[in-house]
C-alpha cells in the first residue's frame, strides 16, 4: 500500500499541477475539502460546462498505521436545479475501503451529491453538501479470504470544502 510520504508527494504535483491549469482557465476551479467529491480529503478540479461543472477529485480516502494511505478519487457531473447556488450531480470513484491488519479493499462506485455554495458557483466560495454512495468490493488477488470483506457498501457523507 501507499505509504504517506508518497502520497503527500503526489498530491503536491496534482495541486501545482491544478494551481497552474486553473490559472490559464476562466472557467476552471481548484477547490480544498473532505467527502465524495474530493476523493476522501483531498483536491477537487471543477471546470464549467454550460450551466453544470464536471470535476475530478484526488484525496486520501483512509489511513491505517498499518496499511498507510489509501487514496481515493471522484470523476462527476453537477448541475444547479433549485438555484444556481445549489448544485446536484452523480459521480464515479473509489466510495469506501476496509482496513485491516492482513490488508484493506477498497469499494467503487457511485452515487448522488447536493452542493451549497455560499459564494458565487464561478468564484471564490465555502461550499456544504453531502453525498449518498454504493460501491462493490474490488478485491486485491493477495486477499486469501474474501469473506472477512462486506460485498458491497452503502454510505452518506457529509461535504465541506472551499473553492479558490
Known amino acids: 500500500m501507499c505509504k504517506l510520504g508518497f502520497v503527500s508527494r503526489i498530491f503536491f504535483i496534482v495541486f501545482c499541477l491544478m494551481a497552474h491549469i486553473s490559472v490559464l482557465a476562466d472557467d476552471s476551479f481548484l477547490s480544498l475539502g473532505v467527502g465524495h467529491s474530493y476523493g476522501g480529503a483531498g483536491v477537487k478540479y471543477s471546470h464549467t460546462l454550460g450551466e453544470g461543472h464536471i470535476y475530478g477529485g484526488l484525496g ?6 498499518d496499511t498507510g494511505a489509501h487514496s481515493g478519487y ?25 482496513l485491516s491488519e492482513t490488508g484493506s479493499n477498497d469499494y467503487v462506485g457511485g ?4 452542493s ?3 459564494g458565487d458557483v464561478q468564484g471564490n466560495s ?10 462493490k468490493r474490488d478485491i486485491p488477488s493477495w486477499v486469501q479470504d474474501p469473506s472477512q470483506y462486506d460485498n458491497d457498501k ?8 472551499y473553492q479558490f
Request: charged share 5%.
Open 126 to 135: 465555502w461550499i456544504l453538501g453531502g453525498s449518498l454512495a454504493y460501491g
Open 74 to 98: 471522484a470523476l462527476g457531473y453537477e448541475y444547479p436545479v433549485i438555484s444556481e447556488r445549489q448544485l446536484w450531480g452523480v459521480f464515479w470513484g473509489k466510495v469506501a475501503a476496509t
Open 154 to 161: 452503502f454510505n452518506a457523507l457529509i461535504m465541506f470544502g
Open 111 to 114: 452515487g448522488i451529491t447536493y
Open 116 to 118: 451549497y455554495y455560499w
Open 60 to 65: 486520501v480516502l483512509a489511513y491505517s498505521s
